[in-house]
Nanobody, 124 residues
Framework: QVQLVESGGGLVQAGGSLRLSCAAS????????MGWFRQAPGKEREFVAA????????YYADSVKGRFTISRDNAKNTVYLQMNSLKLEDTAIYYC?????????????????WGQGTQVTVSS
């Protein structure tokens, strides 16, 4: 198993930036595909970004492509989500997740392990 703890959320004005971190403990971090998902009030959880075991491949939702960057540091057991040019519609709880399978990375049910989430609020 792996335990995940997110940090870095907060309140930011539209156009601003935040960097989320997700620290992992437990089994070998580098054996997991890592993803970020988000859930806004009254909406379903949606895929944001994912990164391969080595970090060589990244995947993004169309809504964040060009603004968000996912990265990982396997030596520090941490995955990051750099969020730039934030919009009001980016307001949500952001969750870090881990999957042992590279299949269907955009599907939340493929991820077995989840963090508790961190709130990101973008104000006008």
């Amino acid at each position: 198993q792996v335990q995940l703890v997110e940090s870095g959320g907060g309140l930011v004005q539209a156009g601003g930036s935040l960097r989320l971190s997700c620290a992992a403990s437990g089994r070998t971090f580098s054996s997991y595909i890592m993803g970020w998902f988000r859930q806004a009030p009254g909406k379903e959880r949606e895929f944001v970004a994912a990164i391969s075991w080595s970090g060589g491949r990244t995947y993004y939702a169309d809504s964040v492509k060009g603004r968000f960057t996912i990265s990982r540091d396997n030596a520090k057991n941490t995955v990051y989500l750099q969020m730039n040019s934030l919009k009001l519609e980016d307001t949500a709880i952001y969750y870090c997740a881990a999957s042992e399978s590279p299949i269907a990375l955009m599907t939340s049910s493929r991820y077995a392990y989840w963090g508790q989430g961190t709130q990101v609020t973008v104000s006008s």
